[in-house]
């Protein structure tokens, strides 16, 4: 059985190689990425794949039992041509089953939701494919919290819109073990898997970096149009806009979302301190 990731060369692409080459040997993976050269260190059979070009999946794709698509990351609208190229290109070449990162949040409520919109669009036209398919809908990555953590010491705090909204965080490692299950067996086929952990607030967060990296920081909630134009100003208006979007949504309680991790995997989400202790000592 072969099985390709596309966006190899990012971090969630990567996490999914490294579980698949763990679960079936490296010979049996093959990486996709738009830019081949930054994926070389899988060590996997690495093939050229960027979303805009229909004609490079046509070829990526020969030979593919089943296949990973990573979310794009452009534009919310470009996106679902961009995964209907892998999708079309899946179905013509013979690929049997199609595994989709879709996003846990709402369609209409918040500035988030242009995203999740895409994303679901995304969601129909696998299931429309005709192929075996199954949806997982990543929680929020932990990740950047912990790479921004110098930003959060010399601030003291964190500060964002969330207020006591409770969010179910996830890491890319998780996801990379839930991906692998959900491509390598069957009885996931035609399920749609919330993929996150235990739900946390923002304070709980605060309180579990200060108990990991031996911080001292607070959580200061702030109203949604001040941490908009906070972000707008440090980001740009596209990613500004999208990231008060999603504490927007964490505030009025969209990613307090119940976890099909365990049906994926088998195994507990690990919770909130065990990720962030685990990628501290990365
Ligand atoms: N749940 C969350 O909290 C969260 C946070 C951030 C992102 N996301 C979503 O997670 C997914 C990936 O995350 P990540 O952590 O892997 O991001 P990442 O490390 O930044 O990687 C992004 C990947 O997308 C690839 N890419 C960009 N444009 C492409 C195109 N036109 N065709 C093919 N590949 C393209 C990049 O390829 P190059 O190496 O060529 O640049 C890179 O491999 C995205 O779907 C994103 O929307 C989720």
């Known amino acids: 059985m072969k099985i390709a990731v596309t966006s190899a ?21 093959i990486g996709i990425a738009r830019t081949p050269q930054k994926a070389k260190h899988l060590d996997v059979e690495i093939r050229k794949g960027d979303y805009n070009n229909r004609q ?3 070829k990526a794709l020969q030979g593919v039992d089943a296949v990973l698509l990573v979310s794009g990351m452009d534009h919310p609208q470009k996106r679902i041509q961009q995964h209907r190229n ?28 242009p995203v999740v919109q895409s994303n679901r669009a995304t969601e129909k036209d696998v299931r429309a494919s005709g192929l075996e398919w199954v949806i ?9 919290d912990l790479e921004y953590i110098n930003n959060y010491v010399k601030e003291g705090e964190i500060r964002n819109c969330a207020a006591d909204g409770r969010c179910a965080y996830t890491s890319r490692e998780e996801l990379g073990c839930a991906y692998a299950q959900m491509l390598l067996n069957t009885k996931h086929n035609g399920q749609v898997y919330n993929l996150v952990g235990e739900a946390i607030t923002q304070a709980e967060l605060a309180e579990i970096i200060n108990q990991v990296y031996h ?4 959580y200061n909630p702030i109203s949604v149009e001040a941490y908009e ?3 707008k100003e440090a980001l740009g208006d596209f990613i500004g ?42």
Request: aromatic share 6%.
């Open 136 to 144: 997982g809908r990543n929680g929020i990555y932990i990740e950047p």
């Open 86 to 113: 892998v999708i079309g290109a899946a179905k013509q070449n013979g690929v049997q089953k199609i595994v989709y990162t879709s996003i846990v949040g709402d369609e209409n409520k918040t500035a988030f939701s």
């Open 241 to 282: 806009t999208i990231i008060a979007g999603i504490y927007e949504g964490i505030k009025i309680g969209l990613n307090d979302v119940s976890s099909d991790f365990e049906k994926a995997t088998g195994r507990q989400h690990k919770t909130a301190f065990e990720m962030i202790k685990a990628i501290k000592n990365l």
């Open 9 to 29: 060369s990012g971090q969630l692409g990567t996490a999914i190689v490294k579980q698949l080459k763990k679960e079936i040997g490296k010979e049996n993976v």
């Open 215 to 218: 911080t001292n920081l607070t």
């Open 229 to 231: 134009n906070e972000r």
């Open 56 to 58: 490079d999946f046509d």
